[in-house]
């Protein structure tokens, strides 16, 4: 079995800055792409940022020189750094993970539960 956590979110007001967390476990050989997605109230959801086992980071256009996403090889966990938070980034924040279970096996992308951002005005 493996699980996603994502933690960090909450009420902030509009221009504060907020740090989310996503930490994988359970049976994991590797963990290839991570990446975190957004659904505001009535819309689908929607990309945020993507990063690579290597590094390569890849963001929303909306979402670029505001959000960082980072990874802690070691600790298995995505970062989502936003800064200069406004009303339109309230939803729910998710993270997934392509993981490799088990020593030559196939990927499988797994999610999280998501973490509640609300951003007042």
């Known amino acids: 079995q493996v699980q996603l956590v994502e933690s960090g979110g909450r009420l902030v007001q509009a221009g504060e800055s907020l740090r989310l967390s996503c930490a994988a476990s359970g049976n994991i050989f590797s963990i290839n792409a991570m990446g975190w997605y957004r659904q505001a109230p009535g819309k689908q959801r929607e990309l945020v940022a993507t990063?690579?086992?290597?590094?390569?980071?890849n963001y929303a256009d909306s979402m670029k020189g505001r959000f960082t996403i980072s990874r802690d090889g070691a600790k298995s966990t995505v970062y989502l750094q936003m800064h200069s938070l406004t009303s339109e980034d309230t939803g729910v924040y998710y993270c997934?993970?392509?993981?490799?279970?088990?020593?030559?096996?196939?990927?499988?992308?797994?999610w999280g539960q998501g973490t509640q951002v609300t951003v007042s005005s």
């Open positions: 990063i690579t086992s290597g590094g390569r980071t």
């Open positions: 997934n993970a392509a993981i490799t279970p088990y020593a030559g096996g196939l990927d499988y992308l797994y």
